[in-house]
């Protein structure tokens, strides 16, 4: 087989999604709503700051299991200049793309729990239908919300960083991860609400859950987490859209960058010792939990 050939049989899907997100991009420049009105508009300087952002976006996601809404969608707000409701918009948007390819990548490298993924995905749609849906409700409340996020993450982040530097623990190791369908799927439909709620991934809730309410393996938590985000960043990032909360063509551009550097996280993250792993697990949970909380207060952090 040559060279062309396994490239070829080893990043098929992220190449076809990289030619979709280019299609999609024809179509949208042809009916004029490639760019929003009233935002930035996208320059050469500003497609670049948006594929960069997408890059280290879509590795950090790779490599931790998650969509990288903690990179992009403050980068979106404070660094590009959009406002709040259409940078959570856009950034959910892009992660469609970013845990397909990031999902799809594990899956070749079987760092993920099939039965586990359709339970958690298959009903976490529902809870993310039903976080949609209060949303409107419950959107004045939205510092509250963050506030609780942030204290209801300090916990595992903490015991993330311990366990990173002491690394005193013996991993668990296997392929698959323990738990009923009941419980799984209850687990899912808890972070479909989160994410239908917040605008997020999922993935911050997803990976410190299994690891310590399921005891998940690290490696298999971070594959699972992604295939799982994909049914919810595509349902939510496609409310987000209808609702016209999505700059359509930053959206896409992001989710270039986010294919590639997924691609780059998910090949790489076996190089890392599970001390290792959870240690920069827990410095960025620590880091969305310091987020949230500061805002609820109205000090803002990057």
Same mark, same amino acid.
């Given at each position: ?37 009233? @935002? ?13 952002? &997408?890059?280290?976006? !879509?590795?950090? &996601? ?5 969509? !990288?809404?903690? =990179? ?49 995905? !298959? ?42 530097? =002491? ?11 323990? &738990? ?32 310590? @309410? ?11 987490? @992604? ?5 919810? #960043? ?20 992001? #989710?270039? !960058? ?5 691609? =780059? ?17 827990? @410095? ?8 949230? =909380? ?9």
């Amino acid at each position: 087989m040559s060279k062309i050939s396994k490239l070829w049989q080893s990043y098929k899907f992220p190449i076809i999604l990289l030619i979709a997100i280019l299609l999609l991009s024809i179509l949208a420049l042809n009916v004029g709503i490639f760019e929003k009105e009233g @935002l930035p508009p996208l320059t050469s300087q500003l497609i670049t700051t948006l594929l960069v952002i &997408g890059f280290f976006a !879509g590795v950090l &996601g790779g490599l931790i299991g998650t969509g !990288g809404c903690a =990179i992009m969608l403050p980068a979106l707000h404070f660094w590009v200049g959009y406002p709040a409701p259409i940078a959570v918009g856009t950034t959910l948007f892009a992660v469609i793309f970013t845990a397909t390819s990031g999902g799809c990548g594990h899956l070749v490298r079987r760092n993920l729990d099939k039965r586990a993924t359709l339970w958690l995905g !298959g009903v976490g749609v529902l809870g993310v239908l039903l976080g949609s849906a209060a949303f409107a409700l419950l959107s004045e409340n939205g510092a509250l919300i963050g506030l609780i996020l942030g204290l209801a993450f300090l916990l595992p982040s903490i015991r993330m960083i311990w366990e990173g530097v =002491i690394d005193t623990k013996k991993p668990h190791e296997g392929n698959t991860i323990l &738990g009923s369908p009941k419980k799984l799927g209850g687990f899912g439909f808890v972070v479909g609400i989160l994410t239908g709620l917040v605008g997020l991934g999922g993935g911050y809730a997803l990976v410190p859950g299994l690891i310590y @309410l399921f005891g998940a393996p690290v490696y298999i938590t971070m594959g699972t987490s @992604l295939a799982t985000m994909i049914p919810l #960043a595509l349902v939510g990032g496609s409310i987000k859209l209808a609702q016209g909360f999505v700059a359509l063509g930053a959206g896409l551009i992001l #989710a270039g !960058g986010t294919i590639i550097g997924a691609q =780059i996280g998910a090949a790489v993250i076996k190089r890392f010792k599970t001390s290792t792993l959870k240690l920069i697990f827990g @410095l960025y949970f620590l880091y969305v939990s310091a987020k949230f =909380i500061a805002a609820y207060f109205g000090v803002m952090i990057w």
